[in-house]
Each structure stands twice: as structure tokens, then as C-alpha cells.
Nanobody, 118 residues
Framework: QVQLVESGGGLVQAGGSLRLSCAAS????????MGWFRKAPGKEREFVGQ????????YYADSVKGRFTISRDNAKNTVSLQMNSLKPEDTAVYYC???????????WGQGTQVTVSS
């Protein structure tokens, strides 16, 4: 069974950078797209960005556009989220997710905490 495992979270000062990774483990992994989401305390889960597995086209939420970059390594079945110019409002648990059949995100990682101090 395929699982998604995130890594790379932590504590960083405002203006700093972090890189999150998400690895798909298990049997042969195939997906239409991979996405990153985040959930801050007391807030709804928020879409951060996504990348198409074939072609690598990306799309970002306005709140992170220009600061965050998503990339993928098809051979290693990994997707990364490079976060620059971090702000305190970026503090959240970040989740990666896979939309394996283009019908919606149906596979989720366990999440990794990102805390940005002011």
C-alpha cells in the first residue's frame, strides 16, 4: 500500500527558508498530481500549491506565489516544497497529498509542522 511521508518541517525565523519533502513509499506509485496543503490552528485547511506529475506544471495559492516553489522527482517518487521569505502567518501543519486518478486528492501524508517566529 502506498504511503506518503513528509519531512523537513521545523522552526525558522521570519524571512528564512525551509524545504519540505514528501516521499511515496510502497508499491509502484502513479499519480495525476501532487499537492501541498496546510492547516493552521483555528483555521480551515488551505491549498498551498500543486504540480502535475507529467509535465511538471505548477499552480500556487496567491498567498505563497513568488515565495514557494514545488518540484518533483518522478524517478524517486518525491515532491518538494521550497519555502522562502517565510512569514509568521505561514505557521501551520503542512500536508502533501496525491490525486492518483484525477478525481480528487485521495492519499494524504501525516503532516509536518512548520513554525515561523517573528
Amino acid at each position: 500500500q502506498v504511503q506518503l511521508v513528509e519531512s523537513g518541517g521545523g522552526l525558522v525565523q521570519a524571512g528564512g527558508s525551509l524545504r519540505l519533502s514528501c516521499a511515496a513509499s510502497g508499491r509502484t506509485f502513479s499519480t495525476y498530481r501532487m499537492g501541498w496543503f496546510r492547516k493552521a490552528p483555528g483555521k480551515e485547511r488551505e491549498f498551498v500549491g500543486q504540480i502535475l506529475w507529467r509535465g511538471g506544471r505548477t499552480y500556487y495559492a496567491d498567498s505563497v506565489k513568488g515565495r514557494f516553489t514545488i518540484s518533483r522527482d518522478n524517478a524517486k517518487n518525491t515532491v518538494s516544497l521550497q519555502m522562502n521569505s517565510l512569514k509568521p502567518e505561514d505557521t501551520a501543519v503542512y500536508y502533501c497529498a496525491a490525486d492518483q486518478s484525477s478525481v480528487g486528492y485521495d492519499l494524504w501524508g501525516q503532516g509536518t509542522q512548520v513554525t515561523v517566529s517573528s
